[in-house]
């Protein structure tokens, strides 16, 4: 079973940094197309940024490039996103995402969540 469990989300003041990751299990992680997302208190789900199975990054959301940076450590099964800058808006639960194929088929899995809070 398709499984993964976010980490280092918590409080940070404003400008300073935080990386979370986001670690896999019960997939092959390598054929996985992995995202960061992200949700704001009262608001939607919003997309931050990507990365493909080969390593390369997807268009950041506009409100956190030149911040945001996401990377993966496939012997690591994990995915991270290096936060910089950090804004009061950029509080909210931050989610991790995974598609992957297994028998030719895709699939969708969803992490916990770790909540961010910038804040002085």
């Known amino acids: 079973q398709a499984q993964l469990v976010e980490s280092g989300g918590g409080l940070v003041q404003p400008g300073g940094s935080l990386r979370l990751s986001c670690t896999a299990s019960g997939f092959v992680f390598v054929t996985a197309a992995m995202t960061w997302y992200r949700q704001a208190p009262g608001k939607g789900r919003e997309l931050v940024v990507g990365i493909t199975s080969n390593g390369y990054s997807t268009t950041p959301a506009d409100s956190v490039k030149g911040r945001f940076t996401i990377s993966r450590d496939n012997a690591k099964n994990t995915v991270y996103l290096q936060m910089n800058s950090l804004k009061p808006e950029d509080t909210g639960v931050y989610y991790c995402?995974?598609?992957?194929?297994?028998?030719?088929?895709?699939?969708?899995?969803w992490g916990q969540g770790t909540l961010v809070t910038v804040s002085s």
């Open positions: 995402h995974a598609r992957y194929f297994t028998d030719f088929r895709s699939y969708n899995a």
